[in-house]
């Protein structure tokens, strides 16, 4: 996981730092296992690691003294708390880094002797030479201490990356799970590895790409150390979900399924350490940076952008189809109320106040039948697990998994005739429908890009990317007829006209039902210890949730992962999986988006069509208090109320 250094969040000048405790190769040795130093043993891992795929690794079992290692657990039990920590590309309870441990006072150390003789054995010489033998990675720091206790719960997870950041240079894991209650691989929390391969791009040159499929699969075990070298474009991993026990009595039963580690780096020497080279740790650095820009790799993502230019048509400040036979084609498709002058003129005020809109029942209810109906059908069907089997059809894989992964359907695909295929290729790219979204958002439309979306549960997301150039429409209409995502009660397939129009709302500003919701007792409290019982709450939190951040200017941090906290001040739009509804959103430039993780606990996937609209850049200049407001999703102002939708006097009443 990329994460920067824990800063003193007091702002109180720290307690200075006490010098490590040097150990002597004896002291180092009695603290891991009786013959792990054993030239044989040595020799053993050293052949394995060198053998491994899809990159080196190791996995040692029974590391560390027994007792010793139940110690720290003990202690870390009773005395370390953790931070619940969720992003776009993780959702973990982790503790403040260990190398911190120096800095704290002797009452708090007297509760802690065994975990700081860990974390002293671990980055002892004799062991740091031993890891560097294995590796053959040359020498390691005995100063840069790198390391955290992760907790992961039943739902927590972390998504796929390569751990490459600043000098580190070897990646490891050390579980200390409950040594009397051994891990079921059922439970999930595995170490996942990704194979990569070389591919030539347009260039003729070789770029590594990860796959969409991890091919080796480490589950957690007690007193277990997994290690590998980081390498830049290679060293792909996850951690896969821990999946929920199905009652309270069998997650009792599991021990609460509560997946503790220690996790962390070993780093490239530092000054004046054995090994420092002068300018190694930048020279590395940039190394990594090239390794990883080698070959233009983003040519090999997948879907890539296939914007489609249009003929512009009409001036998208007035409602006026050319004739009835638009209204005719769209009557089709969409609900009769958003085809009505009252209602889209309310919808276009709202968008140009707001910069983003939710129409709920936005589909036909008989068009809307048949989609169900089909995404139904496909959900009955088993689906293969490996991707190239997948992809002997029409329906594709995202790719690389370190940006997303989920399945997906481009219009021209060749796929069978189906209501979803008549979304894609009929109706979002029809002259008639470019009408409509220019009345309802007072823009031109110059271009389209559509894609449907299936994110299967228990594998897929999309991590947080941004955008660059002039402002965009970029819709989503959410065809996941399953519920539990935090978004109930706000779907009626019984709804008349009258209340589709009245339940048009906006996440873009205000508090936001699905925010509220889907947010529930989410992971975002500090400082909380963790049980030794951890009991599903209700409802699950699942994912699938469609999220716009602001961009993150923080250089130092890693641009995939966005901040969360208690007032999630930095979200500018928010909408859970959902059934039949509409959302628009006017995008800036260095917006991020992403699609969270589906967790494995969901009663279903998530179904949608995505499309970006490239629009006209409007003339006029805003004011400047109009600045922030009218050129794009805005931030989340809790000053205002929720906008509760449009009512039959253009009043907003409130629950």
């Known amino acids: 996981m990329k994460r920067k250094a824990e800063t003193t969040a007091s702002g109180k000048k720290p307690v200075k730092k006490r010098s490590k405790n040097a150990l002597t190769d004896d002291e180092a040795k009695a603290r891991f296992r009786k013959g792990l130093f054993d030239k044989s043993v040595l020799s053993k891992y050293t052949t394995e690691y060198a053998s ?27 005395n370390v708390s953790f931070t619940p920590k969720e992003t776009d590309i993780y959702k973990i309870h982790q503790s403040g880094d260990l190398a911190n441990l120096d800095g704290l006072d002797n009452d708090a150390l007297a509760k802690l002797p065994s ?125 896969e979900e821990v999946y929920h026990a199905a009652s309270k009595k069998e997650l009792e039963k599991n021990g609460g399924r509560i997946r503790m580690a220690i996790s962390g780096w070993f780093h490239i020497p530092q000054i004046g350490e054995d090994g420092w080279v002068e300018g190694a740790e930048e020279k590395a650095a940039q190394k990594s940076g090239l390794m990883q820009l080698q070959g233009n790799p983003d040519q090999h993502d997948r879907p890539q952008s296939k914007p489609v230019q249009v003929e512009k048509v009409g001036a998208g400040d007035e409602f006026a189809f050319e004739d009835e036979a638009d209204l005719e084609f769209l009557l089709k498709y969409l609900a009769p109320t958003y085809l009505t002058p009252d209602t889209m003129d309310r919808v276009a005020e709202h968008f140009e106040e707001e910069s983003s809109i939710t129409l709920p029942d936005i589909l036909h209810p008989k068009f809307a039948a048949k989609v169900r109906a089909y995404v139904e059908a496909q959900k009955a069907k088993t689906l293969p697990e490996d991707s190239e089997e997948i992809e002997m059809g029409a329906w594709k894989v995202a790719r690389p998994p370190h940006k997303a992964r989920y399945m997906y359907l481009e219009p021209g695909s060749g796929a069978e005739e189906s209501p979803l295929k ?42 947080a990317t941004g955008h660059e150039g002039k402002p965009r429409l970029e819709l989503n209409i959410g065809i996941t007829p399953t519920d539990g995502w935090g978004d109930d009660g706000d779907d009626d397939d019984e709804s008349d006209a009258s209340s589709e129009a009245e339940g048009a709302q906006s996440n873009g500003k205000g508090k936001g039902k699905a925010k509220a919701k889907a ?63 509409m959302t628009l959103v006017l995008r800036d430039s260095g917006t991020l988006r992403f699609v969270k993780y589906v967790s494995k606990s969901a009663k279903g996937d998530r179904w949608d069509v995505s499309g970006m609209y490239e629009i006209e850049e409007q003339d006029e200049e805003p004011d400047e208090d109009e600045m922030g407001e009218a050129s794009g999703v805005g931030v989340v102002d809790d000053s205002e109320e929720e906008f509760q939708g449009f009512s039959d006097d253009n009043d907003s009443d409130s629950d």
């Not at 795929?53 to 003990?74: A, C, M, Q």
């Not at 699942?542 to 951040?549: D, K, L, S």
Request: glycine share 6%; hydrophobic share 35%; aromatic share 10%.
């Open 115 to 239: 975990l700081l003789a860990l974390r002293d054995a671990l980055y002892s010489q004799t062991f740091r030479d031993y890891v560097s033998k294995i590796t053959n990675c040359g020498p390691l720091s005995g100063r840069k201490t790198d390391m955290a206790i992760n907790v992961y719960t039943p739902g927590c997870y972390l998504l796929c990356h390569d751990d490459v950041i600043g000098s580190r240079k070897v990646s490891y894991i050390l579980y200390l799970t409950d040594p009397d209650t051994p891990w079921q691989p059922e439970w999930g929390g595995a170490l996942r590895l990704f194979p990569v391969v070389d591919r030539e791009g347009k260039d003729g040159e070789m770029a590594k790409t990860p796959l969409p499929d991890p091919v080796k699969v480490i589950p957690p075990a007690w007193n277990q150390l997994s290690f590998f070298a980081v390498q830049p474009g290679e060293s792909f991993h996850d951690v």
């Open 52 to 78: 491994s795929t899809p990159y080196k690794h190791s996995v040692i079992n029974e590391l560390v003294d027994d007792g010793l290692l139940r110690k720290v657990r003990s202690e870390i039990k009773a």
């Open 519 to 581: 947010n529930g007792n989410s992971a975002k409290s500090k400082g909380k210890g963790i049980d030794k019982d951890v009991e599903p709450e209700e409802p699950l939190e699942v994912g699938g949730h469609e999220v716009y951040m602001a961009g993150d200017d923080d250089s130092n941090e890693d641009a995939a992962i966005y901040k969360s906290s208690a007032e999630d001040d930095n979200i500018l739009f928010f909408q859970a999986a959902a059934w039949n509804k």
């Open 422 to 463: 008549e979304l894609l290729e009929v109706l979002l790219p029809s002259k008639q429908f470019r009408l409509w979204l220019q009345m309802a958002t007072r823009s031109v439309v110059e271009s389209h890009d559509l894609v449907a979306r299936r994110f299967r549960r228990g594998k897929d997301y999309t991590l």
